[in-house]
Nanobody
């Protein structure tokens, strides 16, 4: 059974940083891609950053580019999303999701419909 468990959310002041973790189980880690998505109150779900575990290729949304670092640890079966210079508009529930890797990942844009397995989410709140 595929399981994804997020952790690391919390309350942080504007300009601060957080590291979110996505612990995965139930599948061959390097065969999959893992993405981070977020849903802010009243807004649609947004793809934040995605990574292909086999080679570390990543995609970052323009809204976070330059403020995030995404890494994948095969031994730990965990993907880490480090976020810096957080702003109130980053406030959202952050979800990690997984999908079996596909050839078009390099050209994909971290879109939710490509991902089949989802975690429960972790709340990130940024105060001004």
């Amino acid at each position: 059974e595929v399981q994804l468990v997020e952790s690391g959310g919390g309350l942080v002041q504007a300009g601060g940083s957080l590291r979110l973790s996505c612990a995965a189980s139930g599948f061959t880690f390097d065969d999959y891609v893992i993405g981070w998505f977020r849903r802010a109150p009243g807004k649609e779900r947004e793809g934040v950053s995605c990574i292909r575990n086999s080679d570390g290729i990543t995609y970052h949304a323009d809204s976070v580019k330059g403020r995030v670092f995404l890494s994948s640890n095969t031994a730990e079966k965990t993907v880490y999303l480090e976020m810096y210079d957080l702003q109130p508009e980053d406030t959202a529930v952050y979800y990690c999701a997984a999908a079996r890797g596909w050839p078009g990942f390099v050209d994909s844009k971290c879109e939710a419909h490509d991902y089949h397995y989802w975690g429960q989410g972790t709340q990130v709140t940024v105060s001004s």
